[in-house]
C-alpha cells in the first residue's frame, strides 16, 4: 500500500521520473537527504543532484566516549536517539528545505554497531513512512570510498585505502557498488589503535592535546619531535605476503617502551615522558610504514594481473586517520614511486559525515538503483563486508616487496 502511494507520488513529481523497472532518475534539482549513525557521530546532509551540498550537521560524541576509554555503544545509541531529529532538522533548515521537498532518503544500514546503525535506520524509514520517501539503503565503507568522486576526477577502476577508527581496508573499486576486497585488518584499527596509544601517553593531560582525537594529538604531538629516530618499532606481519593489516604488535611495543622510559623518568601520575614526542613520532612512522608496505603489494598484485590500466593509476585513502598528514604523505610517496597519483577527500568528508552519504545515495541513483525496496531489520549488517573477496588471491600470488622506510623521506 506505502509502496503504491509513494509510487504514485513519483510519477506526478516534476522532479523524479519513473521507468517500468521502477528506477529513480535523477536531476539536477533532486533533493537527497543522507543520514549516517553507524558509530559514534550523528551525521546528516542535504545535497542536490548536482552533488551540491545545501546544508549539514555533525553532533559528534567524541568528548564523551574519551571519557570511557572507547566508543560505549549502549551511549551512543542514546545520544543517536537523542541528536537524530535535531540533527536532520538542522540539516534541512541550513538547505532552507522541509522534509517534503526531498525526493530520496540515503540511510547507512552497515557495517557499524548494531544499535547505532538501528537508530538511524529507524528514524530514515519513519521519515519515508510519514512523507511517502523512497529510501535508500548506505555501506558506510563504500560511502568513504566514493565521496572522494565528488573532489576529484575518479574514474572507475581505482584503489581505495580505507582507514579508520573501525576498519583497515585495501579494496578495488570497479564500480558504484562493485567492490574487490585485497586486504583488511586482522585486529585493531588504526583509528583505534591511534586513539588508545594517545590515551595510554596521557596526551590529553595537555590543554592543546585535550579536545582533539588521539589520531590527531598523536599526529601534532609527532610534528613537535626533536629526534623522530630516537624509537625503533617492528613492521608488523613482514613475512606475510597478503595486504592485511595488524596495528595490534605495534600498540604493545608502544606499551613496553612507555614502560621502561616511565620507570626511568619515574612519571607517575598524570605525568608524561618527556620523550612522548619522540615516542609519537616513531609510532606514527610504524603505522604509516605498515600501511605503505600492504598498499605496495596490492598495487603490484592489480598490476600483475591487470585490474588497473595506466590510465587508472590512481588511490584513494579515505576514513578518519586519512586526515593524518604524514599518513597521507607517505601513501603519495609510494604513489609516486609505483607511477600512481594518491588522492583523499577533505578532511571534513574524511571522518564520518551526512554528506558522504548523501552522495553515495547520489550515485546509486545515477545508476539507475531501484529505490522502491523497503528497509527491512535484516538489511542491517554490523559485520557486512566490502565487495568480493580476493585476500586469499592475493595471499597466492606471493608478491614479494621491498620495504619502505619514511623517516628520512618525508
Ligand atoms: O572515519 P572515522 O570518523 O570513524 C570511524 O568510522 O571509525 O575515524 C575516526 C578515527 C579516530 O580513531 C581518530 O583518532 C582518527 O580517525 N583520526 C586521525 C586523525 N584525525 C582523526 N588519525 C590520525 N591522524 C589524524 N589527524
Ligand atoms: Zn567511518
Sequence with gaps: MLLHKCLRRLVTSSVIRICPSRTLYTSSNHIILGIETSCDDTGCAVIDGSGNILGESLYSQNAIHTKYGGVNPLVAKILHRENIEPAVAEALN??????????????????????????????????ARMH??????????????????????????????????????????????????????????PGE???????????KNRPEYSRMSGGRAVELAASKAS??????????????????????????SLERKLIKKEF????????????????????????????????????????????ITPNHRKIVVSGGVACNNFIFKSIEYLANQTGYKAYRPPPQVCTDNGVMIAWNGLEKLRKQYDAHKDICVKDI??????????????????????????KHII
Design 132 to 189: 511517502s520517501k523512497p529510501l535508500i539503503p548506505i555501506h558506510h565503507m563504500e560511502a568513504h570510498a566514493l565521496i572522494a568522486r565528488k573532489y576529484h576526477d575518479l574514474e572507475f577502476p581505482f584503489l581505495v585505502l580505507l582507514i579508520s577508527g573501525g576498519h583497515c581496508l585495501l579494496a578495488l573499486a570497479k564500480d558504484v557498488d562493485e567492490f574487490v576486497l585485497l586486504g583488511k585488518g586482522l585486529d585493531n584499527a
Design 381 to 406: 549488517d554490523p559485520t557486512a563486508p566490502l565487495g568480493k573477496n580476493l585476500v586469499n588471491q592475493v595471499k597466492s600470488a606471493n608478491i614479494s616487496t621491498k620495504v619502505t622506510r619514511l
Design 193 to 203: 589503535v591511534l586513539d588508545k596509544v594517545a590515551r595510554r601517553m596521557k596526551l
Design 227 to 252: 629526534n623522530p629516530g630516537l624509537f625503533e618499532f617492528p613492521l608488523p606481519l613482514a613475512r606475510v605476503r597478503d595486504c592485511n593489516f595488524s596495528f595490534s604488535g605495534l600498540k604493545d
Design 264 to 307: 626511568e623518568h619515574q612519571a607517575m601520575g598524570c605525568e608524561l615522558i618527556p620523550e612522548v614526542n619522540d615516542l609519537c613520532a616513531a609510532f606514527q612512522t610504524a603505522v604509516a610504514e605498515h600501511l605503505v608496505h600492504r598498499t605496495h603489494r596490492a598495487i603490484m598484485f592489480c598490476e600483475k594481473n591487470n585490474l
Design 94 to 127: 541550513k538547505a532552507d528545505k522541509t522534509i517534503k521537498d526531498v525526493d530520496a532518503i540515503a540511510v547507512t544500514t552497515k557495517p557499524g554497531l548494531l544499535i547505532s546503525l538501528q537508530v538511524g535506520v529507524r528514524y530514515a524509514k519513519y521519515l
